[in-house]
């Protein structure tokens, strides 16, 4: 406890683990939205590098403790291309978020969380289940480009869900599976950047608690309620946070 004191005071440590929760629980209703939420709140805390390196590594470790949920529920052969068009694009990314000053990062996620939210908004799933792999790849490398720079994969994805799995269960397990899947991919590619430092990993042994209950939370009430309430709350909370940090970016 020490340690992490010298790295942000009681306060911060406390937003760090309240984010921490909040995105959990979101991303185990819905599917998506731990980054769009942890993302913000944690660049306005820390380096670029040390808000990306601690996003990624919390959904890496609250997606592995509830494989369950999404393991072998997704279709497979929309994921595949999608998957490898991320590899592409998250490779480009790190190179971007490694030329960015904080101000930079504040700036470019708070316009693109607010332009993926409001997309988000108006898109509805459609009874078309099948599109091109060309398009699904893709979608892939934007949201590579995306999880490279800035450890928010979800925006393209989170349309492309909506607008082709016709089923919340499925668009859910989707999403979750490739969150999983590109986040190993930015932490893999973080770590050769040598942009991993030790302090995401201190303030991952106070978050990831945090994390995990929140995770259990959503889980409980996605099972009690189903996936369609949470749309209003999670686009309101989205849109909040871009317009938060596109004012930090410009200041």
Request: glycine share 10%; proline share 6%; net charge positive.
């Amino acid at each position: 406890m020490e340690s992490l004191l010298t790295l942000l005071s009681p306060l911060q440590l406390i937003a760090v683990g309240g984010t921490a929760l909040a995105a959990a629980l979101l991303r185990a209703f819905t599917g998506f939205g731990f980054a769009m939420i942890a993302v913000p709140v944690f660049s306005l805390l820390l380096m670029p590098n040390e808000a990306v390196v601690l996003a990624a590594t919390l959904t890496i470790a609250v997606s592995s403790t509830s494989y369950k949920e999404w393991w072998g529920k997704f279709p497979v052969d929309q994921f595949t291309p999608m998957i490898l068009g991320s590899l592409a694009g998250t490779a480009v990314g790190v190179y971007l978020l490694s030329g960015m000053s904080r101000s930079e990062f504040q700036l470019w996620i708070g316009v693109s969380v607010i332009v993926a939210t409001l997309a988000t908004a108006l898109v509805r799933p459609s009874n078309k289940v099948s599109v091109p792999k060309s398009v699904t790849a893709g979608t892939g490398i934007a949201s590579g480009l995306m999880n490279g720079a800035f450890a928010i994969p979800g925006p393209p994805v989170v349309v492309y869900a909506m607008a082709v799995i016709t089923d919340p269960g499925a668009a859910r397990a989707f999403l979750m599976a490739f969150f999983f899947a590109s986040n190993i991919l930015a932490v893999v590619m973080f770590t050769v950047a040598d942009m991993v430092t030790a302090t995401p990993l201190l303030l991952l042994l106070l978050a990831f608690p945090m994390s995990f209950i929140g995770d259990q939370l959503g889980h409980r009430a996605f099972h009690r309620f189903g996936g369609s309430t949470y749309r209003p709350v999670a686009l309101v909370v989205a849109l909040v946070l871009g317009g938060w940090n596109t004012y930090a970016g410009l200041q």
